[in-house]
C-alpha cells in the first residue's frame, strides 16, 4: 500500500505540475522561477485525499506495455522537442540589426525635421531607398520570427496534449514493476519541466522581439508613406516656381540658407546613409568585386594562351584586335562592372549611385587619353567637370542662391559643350555608333529646358533636367564602350580556344559577332532608357504602369489570361528555339568545318527536341497557363494532321527515325540523286545539304528516308579512285606498270593498305589501256591526288619515250569526179572556185 501511495503522489505531481503549467500559460506576468517549482505543502495537503480517493488511479494487469511504451514515446518526444530549443530559434542576428535600424530612422527623422520648403528630390528620394530597404529587412525578420513563433506554439500544444492524456493514470499490477514505472515516471517529469520552462522563455523572448520589430516596422511604413507623399507633391508641383527669381538676390522667408553650410551638411548625412547601406546591403558590393576579378582572371587567361600558342609577333598582332581589354585590362573591367551597376542599381542612395559614376568616367577617362584626339578629350574633360558639378549639387539637402546661379552656368556651359562636341564630331574620321548625334541632340536640348527652368526659378526642376542630360551622354558613351569590351573579350576567348577540341573552335566569330553585337546593343539601350527614366524620376511611375497593364486580367469567353502570362509563354518558346538553334551552330552548324564529323552526330537533334519540349512545357508552367490546355492544342493539331499535315507530321516522324538511326550524321558527305554535298544541319523537319558549288539545298527529312541516298562517310572518309590511260601499240607493258606504280609512293595521302593496283585492262583502238585503282585517306583530298598522279605518270612516260597516242582514221574514198582529178593532176592548177 506505501507503494501505492508513493506512486499515487508522484502522479499528483505531474498532475500538479501541468496545472501550474496552464496557469502559467494563462497569467498576464509569469515567474518562470516561482512556475517551475511545485509547491510541496500543497502536495502534502492532497496526499491524504489522494490516499483516501484511490479510484483515481486504476491497477492495469493487460495495459502495462502499452503504457509501458507511451511513457518511453512521451520521454523520446521531450528529448526532441528540448534539442528544436537549444538550436533552432536563433535570433543574434536581429538582435544585432535593431540598433543599425534605429541609427538608419534617427537619421531620416532629423533629416525630415530639417527639410525646408525647397527640398533637393534626390534626397528625398534616398531617404525613400534607405525606408524601402529597411521595411524590406524588417519584413524578413518579422517572417523568420512568424516562423519560429509558430513552431514554439506547436510544441505548446504539444505539451497540453500530454497533459491532458488520461492514460497516465493508469499503473501496474505487479510489484516488480512498480520500480521501473516510477523511474520513468520522474525522468519523464524532469524532461517535462525543462521543455516546457525552456518553451516558455523563448515563448516570452519571441514576444518582446516581436513586439520590437513591429513597432519599428510601422514606424517605418509611416515614414515611408510620407516620402511618397513628398515625391508625388514634387511631380505634381515640378513645374511651379519654387525658389526666388535670380534678379532677387536679397534675402526672404522662402529660404535663407547659405551654401556651404548646407554643403557641409549635406555630405554628413549622404555619408552616414551610405554608411547604413553598406551595413544592410554588403554582400552586394562583394558580388560586383568577384565579379571583376573573375573578368579579369578570364582576360588574363585568354591573353595567356594566345601568346604561348604563337609567336610574339603574331601573338600581339591577334592581341591588338582588343585594343580595350589587352591595353586596359583592370580599367575595362571596372568599366564592366561600374555600368552594369549603374543599370541593375534601381533604387540605391544617391551616393553610391554617383561614386560608381566617378569609377566609370575615371576609367573611361584613362582609356580615352590614347584613343581620343585632342579637341574631343579636352570635350571629354569638360563634361566630367560638369559631372562632378551636378554630383555635388545632386547631394544637397536643399536649395540655395548660390546654387541657383551655379546651375545657370553649368547649363550654359552643356550647351556649348555639346554644340562642340556635335562641330568636332563633323571633323573626325573615325568611325562613330548611328546614335551618336541623336544622343548629342539631346544632351544639348535637355541642358537647354534646364536654362529656361533656371530662369523661371524652378529649381528643382532644372536641376534634374541638367543632371539627367549629362549623366545620360555619359552613361550611353559607357554603355557603347562596354559593348566593345564584350565582343573583345569573346574574340579573345575564340582565338584562345581554336585548334582546340573544345566546341569554341567550331565557332565562325566574323558570324558570331555580329549576332552578339545585335543583341548586346538592343541590350545596351535598353539599359540606357532604364537611366535616363531614373534620372528624370520617371522609373518607378513607368515601372508600376506597365506592370499593371501587364498582370491586368482580361477574359475572352469563360477563359481569362493577363498579357505577361502570354509574354512569358511566348519568351520562353522564342528561347528555347534560339537555344535549339545555338546548340545546332555550336556543334555542327557553324559553317566551318563541314568536312569534319561532329562528336554528337546525330544526337543533336535528339537534343534539340529534348530543349523544345522542355521549352514548351516551361512555357505552360511558367505563364500559369493550365497544363490540361494542352489537351486541347493536341487535339487540334490531330484535326490538323487529318486535313492536311500529313507531310509536315511525315517530316517530323522522319527527322526523329534519322536521329535514333543515324543514316546520315552532320559532316557526312552523300548524294541524292542527282546531288552531292556535305550535310550541315539535320534539322528537326528538313536537312540543309551544302553542294561543292557553295549553294545550299533544303531537303525534307522525309526524302532522306524514302530515297536511296549514297553516304561516302558513314564509316570512315576513304575513298577509292580510278582512272583509265592508255599508251602506244608496241611500248613496254611491264614497264609501263612500274612507272604507274612509282607515281603513289611518295604521295602521304595514299593508303599503302590496300595497296594501288595497276592493270592491263583492254586493247583499244588507238592505245593499250592500263586501269588504276589507289585509294586515299580523305576524300576531300581525292581530287588533288588524282592530279599528282597523271601529271607524275605523264611526265615519267614522256621521259621514258613511251607515247600517249591520240585517236586516229584512215580515210578511203570510194567515189570521185573525173574532172576534179584531172584538174589535180595539172601543175599550177588550183581548186578554188
Known amino acids: ?185 520522474t525522468n519523464m517529469v524532469l524532461k517535462f519541466r525543462g521543455v516546457d520552462s525552456a518553451n516558455s522563455i523563448n515563448l516570452i523572448r519571441m514576444g518582446l522581439l516581436q513586439n520590437k520589430v ?38 526672404d522667408s522662402i529660404n535663407p540658407l547659405e551654401f556651404f553650410p548646407v554643403l557641409k551638411n549635406s555630405i554628413q548625412k549622404n555619408t552616414k546613409v551610405l554608411v547604413i547601406f553598406f551595413g544592410f546591403q554588403w554582400p552586394v558590393f562583394f558580388i560586383w568585386i568577384l565579379i571583376a576579378i573573375l573578368f579579369l582572371w578570364w582576360i588574363f587567361n585568354n591573353i595567356k594562351r594566345i601568346k604561348a600558342k604563337h609567336q610574339s609577333q603574331e601573338a600581339e598582332t591577334i592581341l591588338q ?94 550647351i556649348l559643350l555639346g554644340y562642340n562636341i556635335l562641330h568636332e564630331s563633323h571633323k573626325t574620321a573615325i568611325s562613330q555608333p548611328k546614335l551618336t548625334r541623336p544622343v548629342i541632340q539631346l544632351f544639348v536640348a535637355t541642358s537647354a529646358f534646364s536654362l529656361i527652368l533656371v530662369i523661371l526659378s524652378r529649381v528643382g526642376t532644372a536641376k534634374i533636367m541638367g543632371s539627367s542630360a549629362i549623366v545620360n551622354m555619359l552613361m550611353a558613351v559607357s554603355l557603347y564602350v562596354l559593348v566593345q569590351i564584350i565582343m573583345e573579350a569573346v574574340f579573345l576567348q575564340v582565338e584562345a580556344n581554336k585548334d582546340s577540341n573544345s566546341f569554341i573552335s567550331f565557332m565562325d566569330f566574323q558570324d558570331v559577332q555580329r549576332k552578339l553585337k545585335n543583341v548586346l546593343s538592343i541590350l545596351a539601350f535598353i539599359g540606357w532608357l532604364i537611366i535616363v527614366s531614373r534620372n528624370l524620376f520617371l522609373y518607378d511611375l513607368i515601372y508600376e504602369q506597365i506592370v499593371g497593364f501587364l498582370q491586368a486580367r482580361h477574359k475572352v469567353g469563360s477563359s481569362d489570361f493577363t498579357l505577361s502570362s502570354i509574354i512569358i509563354f511566348i519568351v520562353v518558346i522564342w528561347i528555347a528555339t534560339i537555344a535549339s538553334q545555338l546548340i545546332a551552330y555550336m556543334f555542327g552548324g557553324s559553317g566551318q568545318n563541314n568536312n569534319k564529323k561532329t562528336r554528337l552526330g546525330s544526337a543533336l537533334l535528339l537534343l534539340r527536341l529534348a530543349v523544345l519540349a522542355g521549352g514548351i512545357l516551361l512555357a ?114 611491264k614497264q609501263v606498270m ?48 588524282q592530279s599528282i598522279a597523271l601529271t607524275f605518270i605523264y611526265n615519267a612516260l614522256n621521259k621514258a619515250g613511251i607515247e600517249i597516242p591520240y585517236p586516229q582514221r584512215d580515210l578511203h574514198i570510194r567515189s570521185v569526179e573525173e574532172t576534179l582529178l584531172t584538174r589535180l593532176d595539172k601543175p599550177g592548177t588550183s581548186t578554188e572556185g
Open 620 to 733: 505552360f508552367a511558367a505563364s500559369g497557363i493550365p497544363m490540361d490546355k494542352l489537351t486541347i492544342v493536341i487535339g487540334a493539331l490531330g484535326v490538323g494532321i487529318g486535313f492536311g499535315l500529313q507531310n509536315i507530321v511525315n517530316n517530323l516522324v522522319s527527322g526523329i527515325i534519322l536521329a535514333f538511326e543515324k543514316p546520315i550524321e552532320v559532316g557526312d558527305v552523300i548524294e541524292l540523286g542527282q546531288r552531292s554535298g556535305v550535310v550541315k544541319e539535320v534539322g528537326i523537319r528538313s536537312s540543309k545539304i551544302s553542294l561543292y558549288d557553295g549553294s545550299e539545298v533544303i531537303v525534307p527529312n522525309g526524302d532522306l528516308i524514302s530515297q536511296q541516298l549514297i553516304n561516302w562517310t558513314r564509316t570512315n572518309r576513304n575513298r577509292r579512285i580510278t582512272f583509265t590511260i592508255g599508251v602506244a601499240y608496241g611500248s613496254d607493258v
Open 738 to 785: 612500274d612507272i604507274i606504280q612509282s607515281a603513289f609512293p611518295h604521295q602521304k595521302d595514299v593508303l599503302a593498305i590496300p595497296a594501288p593496283l595497276v592493270q592491263l585492262y583492254e586493247f583499244g583502238d588507238n592505245s593499250i589501256n592500263f586501269r588504276v585503282y589507289f585509294w586515299v585517306a580523305d576524300l576531300d583530298t581525292a581530287g588533288t591526288q
Open 1 to 185: 500500500m506505501i507503494k501505492v501511495v508513493y506512486l499515487l503522489l508522484l502522479l499528483m505531481t505531474v498532475s500538479l505540475s501541468f496545472q501550474a503549467i496552464a496557469q502559467r500559460r494563462s497569467s498576464k506576468k509569469p515567474d518562470t522561477l516561482h512556475l517551475l517549482a511545485v509547491d510541496s505543502a500543497t502536495i502534502s495537503k492532497n496526499i491524504a485525499a489522494l490516499a483516501k480517493d484511490t479510484n483515481k488511479v486504476r491497477k492495469s494487469d493487460t495495459a502495462v506495455a502499452i503504457l509501458i511504451n507511451r511513457i518511453e514515446n512521451y520521454t523520446l518526444l521531450m528529448n526532441e522537442l528540448m534539442s528544436t530549443l537549444r538550436r533552432g530559434f536563433d535570433t543574434s542576428a536581429i538582435s544585432a540589426g535593431l540598433p543599425l535600424a534605429d541609427t538608419s530612422l534617427a537619421l531620416i527623422r532629423r533629416n525630415i525635421a530639417s527639410l525646408g520648403r525647397t527640398p533637393n528630390i534626390n534626397d528625398i528620394y534616398t531617404n525613400k531607398v534607405m525606408l524601402e530597404q529597411l521595411r524590406r529587412r524588417l519584413d524578413s525578420w518579422q517572417s523568420t520570427l512568424f516562423s519560429y513563433y509558430s513552431k514554439l506554439v506547436i510544441i505548446n500544444d504539444t505539451l497540453h496534449s500530454l497533459r491532458r492524456d488520461t492514460a497516465m493514470r493508469n499503473i501496474p499490477a505487479e510489484d516488480e514493476l512498480y520500480s521501473f514505472y516510477l523511474g520513468q515516471v
Open 321 to 414: 584586335h582588343s585594343r580595350y581589354v589587352y591595353n586596359f585590362p583592370i580599367a575595362s573591367s571596372l568599366v564592366l562592372i561600374t555600368t552594369l551597376s549603374a543599370v541593375l542599381s534601381i533604387r540605391y542612395p544617391i551616393l553610391f549611385t554617383e561614386i560608381t559614376w566617378a569609377i566609370n568616367v575615371i576609367a573611361l577617362t584613362y582609356i580615352f587619353k590614347r584613343h581620343l584626339h585632342d579637341p574631343m578629350y579636352r570635350s571629354w574633360l569638360l563634361a566630367l567637370g560638369l559631372l562632378l558639378f551636378y554630383c555635388i549639387v545632386n547631394l544637397l539637402i536643399e536649395v540655395t542662391y548660390t546654387e541657383q546661379w551655379t546651375l545657370l552656368i553649368a547649363a550654359t556651359c552643356s
Open 214 to 251: 513591429a513597432n519599428r516596422y510601422i514606424e517605418t511604413s509611416n515614414l515611408y508613406e510620407d516620402m511618397d507623399y513628398r515625391l508625388n507633391q514634387f511631380a505634381t508641383h515640378m513645374f511651379v516656381k519654387d525658389y526666388r527669381y535670380l534678379w532677387r538676390p536679397h534675402r
